[in-house]
């Protein structure tokens, strides 16, 4: 079941073209199993709208994400739309702070999975136990658990403890994915929960006696800028996996275009 807005005013093909987009993103969180029935949100910037973003209607399963549910609003929480849902209001402390701190942030992706919130609530954080994990090694951010996100002067500290990375591990909460597109706020996403679904199988593994591996502090460092200093060629998250799974979702249900 998905819930479309039929009377939806038109809008621009720009801004049309990255509702389709975002939907397709929380439908895709849905299909891995990392949404949190209605508490987990994504936003995307509106397309020549520095200050304007689409953001989910509180209430909404991410299964049930349309283009035309998405609501837009502005950095300071205000509604520019007739959709008749409201926003979360930690979904807007935390995404208005992302997107009014970093103009790069475009897509920003929040999630609370299992295994998120087990490594965001250790000490160090993502561990450089596998190839997935290596394009975060010394580039995760940390933000201290402070309760619901819903006070206002939170924002300003979660945009300082971003700094220029693109994950933040929230404390004992989740994490946080910024992206120049949705597709690279969910491949960065996709990434982190393979890299932590392996250390929590690995720590289970090592409570039992088995020796894990820890490549040195060079190799880690020398992969991680592999990843990312090669992202002006073939590896720039998203860019080539992502048509794919837009293709799979119309396969699946094409409702998310609605």
Known sequence: MSISLRQMPSVDPAEWAARV??????????????????????SMRVPG???QFLINPYGLLFEEITASSLVRIDIEGRKLDNNPHE??????????????????????????????????SQEEGLLPLSQFAMRFYNRQSFHDYEGVAIDLDEQER??????????????????????????EAFMLLY????????????????AAGAKIVVPPHEVCEKAARQFWEMQGDILVPGEREWPGLMRQLDRIDASYRE
């Open 21 to 42: 987009e975002l939907a397709a993103c929380y439908r895709l969180v849905a299909k891995l199993g990392l949404d949190d029935l209605i508490y987990n949100h994504i």
């Open 49 to 51: 709208q520095r200050d």
């Open 87 to 120: 926003v979360n209001s930690a979904a807007f402390v935390i995404h208005g702070a992302i997107h009014k701190g970093r103009e790069d942030a475009v897509c920003v992706l929040h999630t609370h999975s299992d295994a998120s919130v087990a490594v965001s």
């Open 158 to 183: 979660l945009i300082a403890h971003l700094g220029d990375n693109r994950v933040l591990l929230m404390r004992n909460h989740g994490i946080l994915t910024v992206g120049r597109s949705p597709g």
């Open 191 to 206: 990434y982190f929960e393979r890299a932590a679904k392996i250390q929590l199988s690995l720590q289970a593994a090592a």
